[in-house]
């Protein structure tokens, strides 16, 4: 874990990478999130097994847990630009897909509700490839497994 100094003007925009997946859909799964400065420097990672889940409620469990993580220590800030690897729930958080399982429009309804924190934000597919650190968290803490 890196450390980051909370009373820097640098706190009031950050970036948020996050990736979910699961081995055997559903299977074991985890969450993986990166926090970066906008000079691309980052200041905190995040993994953590959540047990059997698909690769979709992965993705947005990791999402949440980001954006949770964000709101409880980097108060000052007010701009956020997300980054996921899944087309599907960026899609569906932008309304440009419905979401029809019930229990990911829960989550979505969260991840929409903490959104509301921040003055701007944007979400963003990103290839794999541009997505590597997070996709390294989660199989790390799926490796950890055994």
């Given at each position: ?62 999402l949440l847990s980001g954006l ?79």
């Amino acid at each position: 874990m890196v450390s980051y100094f909370m009373n820097s003007n640098t706190d009031t925009e950050l970036v948020l990478n996050t990736d979910g997946g699961s081995r055997n859909n559903p299977g074991n799964a985890a969450i993986g999130f990166v926090i970066l400065n906008t000079d691309g420097d980052v200041i905190e990672t995040q993994k953590k097994y959540i047990g059997i889940a698909t690769n979709n409620e992965a993705e947005y469990q990791a999402l949440l847990s980001g954006l949770q993580y964000i709101s409880n220590f980097y108060l000052n800030c007010k701009f956020l630009t997300i980054y996921a690897d899944s087309e599907l729930m960026v899609k569906q958080l932008r309304g440009e897909y419905k979401i029809r399982e019930q229990h990911l429009k829960v989550f979505a309804e969260s991840i929409h509700t903490m959104l509301k924190k921040f003055s701007e934000y944007k979400i963003i597919h990103v290839l794999r490839d541009k997505n590597k650190l997070a996709d390294k968290l989660v199989n790390e803490a799926l490796d950890e497994l055994g």
